[in-house]
Each structure stands twice: as structure tokens, then as C-alpha cells.
């Protein structure tokens, strides 16, 4: 668990400044922002503990948060995610379980169940995050538009990032 | 106290979730209100500075396009400063000007944060406590109007922009007078909905919206932008139009903020008469 930590904390920053440096300024068509830094939350380790889990998440969307002056929505929305992480990865887990020493990656569990694994999860943490931004259900379809556009955009951006940079 | 803990532990997952959970929907809700927690938002200094040395490098991307709007609003400027008219009667001039005080400054400044993208913007500039910048002074650029200051720091100021659905502005149409309140839907970032309009008068597309100058915000006429569409569905005595606002908000980089010496004057006597 400890030797995971360095390499954690520098991605944890490298997302985060990534997010609000250069994601935060794409959009298509006013509807398409990726949040590529819940990519953090995806590539924890399995045994990584609960408690330990939901307070990254916090963290994670909190400094994302400061920098967007958004206090609190993306803080949110990731904690939902990181509490529902244990059920979706129960949710899909392959038929011998999860070995220890692997990491949720493309490398050891292959495409399939890595696109279900973070799609499940970025759909989850879109829909809690874009409810949250409007905070009220008049305007349920445009809420609605913008997750499924956005979240497709991520799940792309994060695929992409399995094979360019997280190989193994 | 046994089971107590024993019940905390056992579901210490789901009460940290919970716990977490309703902390960071209290931050959505008091910041909502727009009075709290401004020490975390990016008027505070680390990453208001983070983002001014970002600025520093990008604001070069958009030089010519600047000083193209930078020099168009000089030439207007210009046509109206006095070396543009002839003078009439040299005796004139010489008398005190009584008649009118300043009532409004203008502070220069320059966007170092910016966002189209959420229902919900806002706009960080580079001046702040120290240039003399308060809360709810009105901004805009040379196009049009950008915003009103939400929080100031000393070297750092938020603005509420325009496309945040939180904003109501007091707009008129240029021709006829008559004024609505101004908001965005949060749907395009280039148009805003004007309503509260009355049923009867007549606009038509290409119209001129300006601001009424009835808020002690802004100064009368500045301008907001044109009517794009007149809705057919009426609502009761009122209808709405859409505005397709003159300043882009994707682009922008030297703003002008607006100080009333006169705001509290106007204020105090409107508060006055509300309870009467």
C-alpha cells in the first residue's frame, strides 16, 4: 500500500492541474467538458481502504473545486463516486475476484471490463455532478444532454490514457 | 456505549460517506448564498496568483485581436474628448463647471480566469481592495456588459458574469425605453433571455438592449446587446425576448469596472421609501 503512495501523489496533483489548466478551458458546444481528474479515484488500488478511499475523493474534487470556484459540486460529486466504487467493482467483478498485487487497469483485466468499470463510474459522478450544478429538476434534459455528452467524452479521454500513459 | 461503537465501526464506510457528503453539499448551498466561504474561492491568493502567471503567458495568444478592440475603443473615446470639437465661445470654457459632479470612476482591469461552460460563471480579475474595487460594482469590456464583483481580496476580485444563472440585470431597449430584467438560461453562452417586457410595444430583431442604469450598478446605456428573437408565447401582460449579447464572452481580456460615488446615496433613499 505504501509504495503506492509517492506515485499517487504526484498523479493526484498532475490530474488536478491538468483538469483546471487545460480541460476546464475545452468545451464543444457549450454542453462537453471532460473531468478527466476522476481518473484518480479510478486507478486506486483494489485494497486501498474505505475510509481512505472517500477522503481522497473529497481532497480531489475540493482542489478542483477551489481553482473552479465551484465550492463543494465537484467535492461531492467525486465522494458519491468514490463511496459507490466498491459496489460497481463487486457489480462487475471477473469470475475469480480480484487478485492482490493487480491494479484496476486495461493491463491486467482487459478492455471490456475496464469500459464498464469507468463508464459505470464517470456516468455516476457526471449525473450526481451536473444535478448538483443546477440544483433544482426543471431543466432535467439539459442536465441529462450534458452527462451523456460529457461523460462519453471522458470515458474516451480515459481509455486513451490506459494506453498512453497508465500501460502498466 | 458497546454496541454504540461496535455499530460505528461495522458501518463506518457509509457514516464517513454520509458525513462527507452533507459537509461538501453545505459548501454548495452557503456559497450559493454568496456571502461565504469566499476564503476558498479564487479571489483567495494562491491560486489567484497560480492563475495570473497562467494568464501572463496566454494573454499573448490574443494580442492582435486585443489591441485591434483596444484601439477601436480609443477611436471612439477620442471622438468624443474635446480635442474632437471645435470650440465655440473661448469665454465658456473658462467658467467653473457646477453643474454636474462625477458620479461614476472607471477602474481598468484585466480577466485572468474565465469560464463559459457551467450554468453558473465567474470571472476572476486582476485588481482588487487595493485598487479600490468593492463587492457589486459593475464590469464590461468595450463590447458590452461583462458582470457584477461577487467577492474582492486585495490584489483579486470575482465577478459574477453575465452567464450565471444567479445574475438579474435591469436592461432597456435603446429606442423605446422600456425595460425588463436581463438572465441566462445557462444554455448558450452567446444569448441571454430578456423578460418582463409589456405585451404591447412593438420589437423587432436587431434591436438595441442597454443597460437601464435603475440598479446603481452600471451607468445608463451601456450597451448588452441585440435582439435576436422575439418569444411568440406570451405570459399574461409580459413577454420575452432573446438577446444575442455584443461582448464574446470566450474571449475576453480587458474589462472596465464601474464605481458610483453616488451608490449608497441612491440606496439608502431607496430603502427608505420601501418601508413606508
Known sequence: ?168 | MKSLLSFIIRYHYFILFILIECFSITLVVNNSDYHKAIFLNSSSNISGRMYEYVHSVSQYFDLKTTNIRLNRALAHLKSRSEIAYKRKNVEELKKTDSLYIKQYYFIPAQVINNTVNRQNNYITLNVGKNHGVKKEMGVFSSDGIIGVVKDVSDNYASVISVLNRNLKISAMVKHSGYFGSLYWDGIDYHYVIMKDLPNHISISKGDTIITSGYSAIFPKGILIGKVFKVNEIKEGAFMSVLVELSADFKRLSHVIIVKNQLKEEQQSIEKNSKYD
Open chain 1, 1 to 168: 500500500m505504501i509504495r503506492y503512495l509517492p506515485r499517487n501523489i504526484f498523479r493526484f496533483i498532475f490530474l488536478v492541474l491538468l483538469q483546471v489548466l487545460v480541460l476546464n478551458n475545452i468545451q464543444f458546444s457549450g454542453y462537453i467538458n471532460p473531468y478527466l481528474y476522476v481518473l484518480f479515484i479510478l486507478l486506486l488500488p483494489f485494497e486501498t481502504p474505505g475510509w481512505l478511499l472517500l477522503v481522497f475523493a473529497f481532497f480531489l474534487g475540493l482542489s478542483v473545486d477551489i481553482f473552479s470556484d465551484t465550492i463543494g459540486m465537484h467535492a461531492s460529486a467525486s465522494v458519491f463516486m468514490a463511496f459507490l466504487r466498491p459496489f460497481v467493482l463487486q457489480l462487475i467483478a471477473p469470475r475469480d475476484g480480484y487478485e492482490i498485487g493487480k491494479l484496476p487497469r486495461v493491463y491486467y483485466y482487459g478492455i471490456v471490463w475496464f469500459f464498464k468499470y469507468s463508464f459505470l463510474l464517470i456516468l455516476l459522478h457526471h449525473l450526481f455532478l451536473f444535478s448538483i450544478e443546477v440544483f433544482n429538476f426543471n431543466s432535467y434534459y439539459l442536465i441529462l444532454v450534458r452527462t451523456f455528452l460529457s461523460v462519453i467524452f471522458t470515458t474516451v479521454l480515459v481509455i486513451i490514457s490506459q494506453y498512453i500513459i497508465f500501460r502498466k
